[in-house]
């Protein structure tokens, strides 16, 4: 079993929709979890960090995280082709500093 | 402000030779992270330095990987006696300290022949 698991997609959303993406972990240790978007080509750039159960909203972006079910997801409300891209989440323990990242979400966001 | 960043952005290199990756973060930082990313996945751990000292090499594949940052800023990962399987983009990544959030870098592009 990965440490980190997502559904590599794609996943293929029509313009104005919701996205929604999903990953679980298998560290009960971890304590911090993260969304990176991945342009191809390009460097991994941060889009949502979240630390405590629940929901957390930035923008067009909400984060939910489900420690007791080892589950972190990402929506995307609103979606525009620009958001078309690979989304990585990533799980860090508090012990230690170094990033686990899943295998990526592709996501296509048909106009 | 700059972010991290990285040169070369590309490398060629044939099998066996030596190569020198260089990160520098963003100003102020004092972790150091050196990634791998190989296509269609995501980024692999490879090592993280707090100030000078590595303080997690635990993901350098073997010990044919080897990074240094000797002044606390500027990180350079070497690889010797490369090998076709060392082909992937090298991230380097930096955060204010250990635990907060990470920065990368646009990588460097590694190809052996």
New interface residues.
Partial sequence: QKE?EQN?GPLSVPEGAIASLNCTYSDRGSQ?F?W?RQYSG?????IM?IYSNGDKEDGRFTAQLNKASQYVSLLIRDSQPSDSATY?C?V?R?A?????????TRVLVKP | GAGVSQTPSNKVTEKGKYVELRCDPISGHTALYWYRQSLGQGPEFLIYFQGTGAADDSGLPNDRFFAVRPEGSVSTLKIQRTERGDSAVYLCASSKSLGETQYFGPGTRLLVL
């Fill in positions: 980190v590599s911090s993260f990176y390009k460097s991994p750039e941060l960090f990585l990533a860090n508090a230690g500093n170094k990033l686990t990242f899943g295998g990526g």
